[in-house]
């Protein structure tokens, strides 16, 4: 069965970074995408951004441009999002989502368990 | 870049129908999903490409899409139904949620 499997939770400084890793099995990891999620608290859902696990090729939401960066290891069938520079309204759940490579308007079929990021001084 | 509003909240008996708006300009163009949340769960996918149902999915969960507006019916409701439900698009390479709307079965 499709799994996404996300690291734990993260307690992040100002300024610093968190890397969350999403570990996917039970389907070809290549045949697809991985879609990057949050949910600030009491919010509702805001989209990230994307990477192909096909070739790589990735498209970030404007509004994190230069502050995100999403890569896969095929090797392990594991994306990775990186964002640096964290602020206090960066504190949200982390979602990983699946959704099919050369489809258009695809939905996300599958979404990792989430992880908790907490940007506190 | 794009809006889409869906009202806050809903309210419904059990055993009664749920109706949920997504608006957005000309929405009827585009293919939209829906996403079904509950507290402290991850979201999950119960319709896509506007009224097509997952497997595993009840048949009490259907959609449409035209002109401006979306909608999520959910038929013979049930207490665990009870979540938010997000509506979800693309447009001009980003993807887009709705605001939610909180469902509560009375």
């Known amino acids: 069965q499709v799994q996404l499997v996300q690291s734990g939770a993260e307690v992040k400084k100002p300024g610093a970074s968190v890397k969350v890793s999403c570990k996917a099995s039970?389907?070809?990891?290549?045949?697809?995408?991985i879609s990057w999620v949050r949910q600030a608290p009491g919010q509702g859902l805001e989209w990230m951004g994307w990477i192909s696990a096909y070739n790589g090729n990735t498209n970030y939401a404007q509004k994190l441009q230069g502050r995100v960066t999403m890569t896969t290891d095929t090797s392990t069938s594991t994306a990775y999002m990186e964002l640096r520079s964290l602020r206090s309204d960066d504190t949200a759940v982390y979602y990983c989502?699946?959704?099919?490579?050369?489809?258009?308007?695809?939905?996300?079929?599958?979404w990792g368990q989430g992880t908790l990021v907490t940007v506190s001084s | 870049s794009y809006v889409l509003t869906q009202p806050p909240s809903v309210s419904v008996a059990p055993g009664k129908t749920a109706r949920i708006t997504c608006g957005g300009n000309n929405i009827g163009s585009k293919s939209v999903h829906w996403y079904q949340q509950k507290p402290g769960q991850a979201p999950v996918l119960v319709i896509y490409?506007?009224?097509d149902r997952p497997s595993g999915i009840p048949e009490r969960f259907s959609g449409s899409n035209s002109g401006n507006t979306a909608t999520l019916t959910i038929s013979r409701v049930e207490a665990g139904d009870e979540a938010d439900y997000y509506c979800q698009v693309w447009d001009s390479s980003s993807e887009v949620f709705g605001t939610g709307t909180k469902v509560t079965v009375l």
């Open positions: 490409y506007d009224s």
């Open positions: 989502a699946r959704e099919p490579v050369l489809v258009a308007a695809a939905p996300f079929d599958y």
């Open positions: 039970g389907y070809t990891f290549t045949s697809y995408g």
